[in-house]
Every structure is written in C-alpha cells, then in structure tokens.
C-alpha cells in the first residue's frame, strides 16, 4: 500500500532553518505531484507548498523566498527546505500525493502522511 513518512521536524530558535522530508512508498513516484501541508494548532489546514511531476513549484504567499520544495524521482522523496523559520511557521507539516496537480491544491489528495512536528521558538 501507499506510504508516506515524513521526518526532519523539530525544535528551531526563529531565523533558524530545517529541512523536511517525505519518503513515499507503493506507489511510482514519478507520476505523482506532491505537496506540503500544515496545521497550527486552533487553526485549518493550509497549503504550504506544492510540486508537480515536471518539477513546477508553487508557494504560499506566507512562505515565499523562505521555503523550498524539491523532490528527487530516484530516492522517491519529497525536501521541504525551510529557512529564516518564524514561530508562525509552528505547526503539524503533512506531505501530500496524487497523480492530479489540483486535488493536492484543494486539499483532497489521495494520500497523506501522519505529519512531523515543527516548534520555532522566539
């Protein structure tokens, strides 16, 4: 069956960086677009970041010039590099896939991770 891990999260100090990953498995990897997610506590789930099959990214307005999505096809994983971290940042990051760009766009991708916890303190 499909899997998802994601791992890398962590307790930073604001203007600190971390880097995120997601390991997928049961699946061919190259077919999927892929996306992060996140969830502050009290707070609905929001779009991080999202990748397509060809590479192509797209950010949050909140994450721009501070994040990087990247994937690398041959180790079927997924990096959320995240610098200059805030502690708005502090949230459950959840790693998404589907082989349809805008199902992880609207939130309803066919599969998801459990999510890693990231704490930026202040």
């Known amino acids: 069956q499909v899997q998802l891990v994601e791992s890398g999260g962590g307790l930073v100090q604001a203007g600190g960086s971390l880097r995120l990953s997601c390991a997928a498995s049961g699946l061919t990897f190259g077919n999927y677009a892929m996306g992060w997610y996140r969830q502050a506590p009290g707070k609905q789930r929001e779009l991080v970041a999202t990748?397509?099959?060809?590479?192509?990214?797209n950010y949050a307005d909140s994450v721009k010039g501070r994040f990087t999505i990247s994937r690398d096809n041959a180790k079927n994983s997924v990096n959320l590099q995240m610098n200059s971290l805030k502690p708005e940042d502090t949230a459950v990051y959840y790693c998404?896939?589907?082989?349809?760009?805008?199902?992880?766009?609207?939130?309803?991708?066919?599969?998801w991770g459990q999510g890693t916890q990231v704490t930026v303190s202040s």
């Open positions: 990748i397509t099959r060809g590479s192509t990214t």
């Open positions: 998404a896939a589907d082989q349809v760009w805008w199902r992880i766009v609207r939130g309803t991708a066919d599969y």
